[in-house]
């Protein structure tokens, strides 16, 4: 079994499937949607509407970036305000017009430049936690590699948070971590087996409900299982009264 800190690596491996690869492979109609209607665009977040099934949805991913100026294109997967203000946009709209919400996350965290800082990042992230607790149509959320603090939660206050079985999970990331409470990156092998950061430790807190298997011999396996799943999922909590929505989610992060 692999351990905590080889989990994270896998996380972050090359190739590994990216918030746009689900989206090009489980919604081939996708019409993206650009601007926070305040500041730009943050290429870091992309998001748009699809259909899933028949039913119209909106779906959101952080994206890292496939090469390296990809990579750079999208700052290397670290949303600055813009992109959560551009992502909580997208999701208001989606209540408007009773659509589902599918997010797709995989960041190490929200950018910490002092330009972000500047226009406001702690309050983006702060207002979609705020408005994801009370949105008014279902929304379901993917840990697909790397969830970073409060950049991954951003976009994982859920009616249902799922996580794929080589995907972390933390407040922290280990390198973080271990130089806040030792001085010293390089440990972030222990510090990852104390973080408890891996789907597996996930699920078994309580912070997931669902762990999904990487298994097959391709990616489009992946997609495919993914895709099964948010259509039978979407099915049954759109048949979810909007009372009864709010108040599950509710408790669902209360239990914390």
Not at 217 to 235: G, I
Request: charged letters at 30%; glycine letters at 10%; hydrophobic letters at 40%.
């Amino acid at each position: 079994m692999a351990t905590a800190y080889e989990k994270v690596q896998l996380a972050r491996g090359k190739g590994r499937p990216s918030g746009l690869s689900f989206i090009q492979n489980i919604f081939p109609d996708f019409i993206e949607l650009h601007g926070d209607r305040r500041f730009a665009d943050d290429p870091a977040v992309i998001g748009g509407i699809a259909t899933l099934g028949g039913r119209a949805v909106t779906v959101i991913a952080i994206e890292k970036g496939a090469d390296t100026k990809d990579k750079v294109y999208r700052n290397f997967g670290s949303p600055n305000p813009e992109g959560y203000r551009k992502a909580l946009r997208l999701m208001k709209q989606a209540e408007k017009f009773h659509r589902p919400v599918i997010c797709f996350v995989d960041t190490s965290g929200a950018f910490c430049g002092i330009g972000a800082e500047e226009r406001g990042q702690g309050q983006a992230i702060a207002e979609n936690l705020v408005e994801m607790i009370g949105l008014k149509t279902p929304v379901i959320s993917i840990l697909v590699g790397e969830g970073g603090s409060g950049g991954a939660l951003a976009l994982a206050v859920a009616d249902r948070v799922w996580i794929l079985e080589n995907a972390v999970y933390s407040v922290v990331s280990p390198e973080g971590c271990a130089s806040i409470l030792w001085k010293d990156a390089k440990k972030a092998k222990e510090a990852a087996e104390c973080l408890h950061l891996t789907a597996q430790d996930m699920e078994k807190l309580g912070v997931v409900e669902r762990v999904i298997s990487e298994s097959g011999k391709t990616k489009a396996e992946l997609f495919s299982r993914v895709k099964e799943m948010l259509a039978v999922q979407t099915d049954e909590l759109c048949k979810k009264d909007t009372e009864t929505l709010l108040k599950e989610r509710y408790e669902r992060f209360r239990k914390y």
